[in-house]
């Protein structure tokens, strides 16, 4: 996975904190057929997702508008992939969303050494 795109904010975060089952059957598939489905929706800008040998992931997208998140929360797909989510791979998960006003990065191979600037 790599870094999602960096937009001018403002847009909006929508942080997905979940912890795993040990049920993996069709997990892997469903991960993929969600990334796929969600870069087709309007407002949607990037993800970036991490999960530990224990099962905790962390998974970011972004989104233009409130709009644009409400939209794919009721993308039927998505609303199975959640149904399925809670039936069998999730033990527990956490939802955010939050406004992003300021974003920045820094590159050793494209930056000079120093605080990074917002571009």
């Known amino acids: 996975m790599s ?21 993996d059957a069709g997990y892997g598939a469903m991960a993929e057929r969600m990334v796929a489905l969600a870069q087709q929706q309007p407002g949607y800008l990037g993800a970036e997702s991490a999960r530990g040998e224990d099962g905790l992931g962390i998974t970011v997208s972004y989104w233009q508008s409130l709009e644009a998140i409400a939209a794919w929360r009721r993308e039927t797909e998505h609303a199975a992939a959640r149904d399925e989510g809670r039936a ?9 969303v939050a406004k992003v006003e300021r974003a920045y990065g820094w590159d050793a191979v494209q930056d ?6 917002p571009r």
């Open 3 to 23: 870094f999602a795109p960096r937009p001018t904010p403002p847009y909006y975060a929508v942080i997905f904190t979940s912890q795993r089952t040990d049920v």
């Open 88 to 96: 069998h791979w999730y033990s527990h998960y956490e939802l955010r």
């Open 112 to 117: 000079a050494p120093g605080d990074p600037q």
